[in-house]
């Protein structure tokens, strides 16, 4: 008694291999990495406040260096005052600058990291 193929047909149910997602949602973190104009637009925002924020520090530290050479022309016999202002008065400055510095990139890169990630 041969067995029509139609009697035969399995049918297997179980849980889809892959979840799909819906049209609608939307991952910053997958436009940067496609690429994508979004992406680009992302990852050039924050290289821009990046860029902004070391001209910042630049143009400040121009500000504090850049008139000691005419100081110290002012004065050729204060030989002492330009150690102690090289020596100990710019060493603080530039030490609160530094930091300065490194915490805005990092908060910088928090907040793009906050942007990007899924919630």
């Not at 609608?24 to 997958?30: A, D, E, F, I, S």
């Not at 000691?68 to 004065?75: C, E, G, Q, R, T």
């Not at 204060?78 to 020596?87: F, K, P, Q, S, Y």
């Not at 060493?91 to 793009?112: K, Q, S, T």
Request: charged residues 25%.
């Amino acid at each position: 008694m041969p067995q029509d193929p139609t009697d035969r047909r399995v049918v297997v149910t179980g849980p889809p291999r892959r979840a799909r997602r819906s049209s609608g949602y939307y991952r910053p973190r997958t436009e940067i990495d496609e690429q994508t104009t979004l992406g680009h637009t992302y990852v050039r925002s924050l290289m821009r406040i990046q860029l902004r924020t070391g001209l910042t520090v630049f143009a400040v530290l121009a500000l504090l260096i850049g008139p000691l050479p005419l100081v110290f022309a002012a004065a050729p016999d204060a030989r002492r005052l330009e150690w102690a202002v090289l020596g100990f008065g710019l060493y603080p400055p530039l030490v609160l600058l530094a930091r300065w510095y490194v915490r805005r990139a990092e908060r910088n890169e928090r907040d793009f990291v906050r942007l990007v990630e899924d919630r």
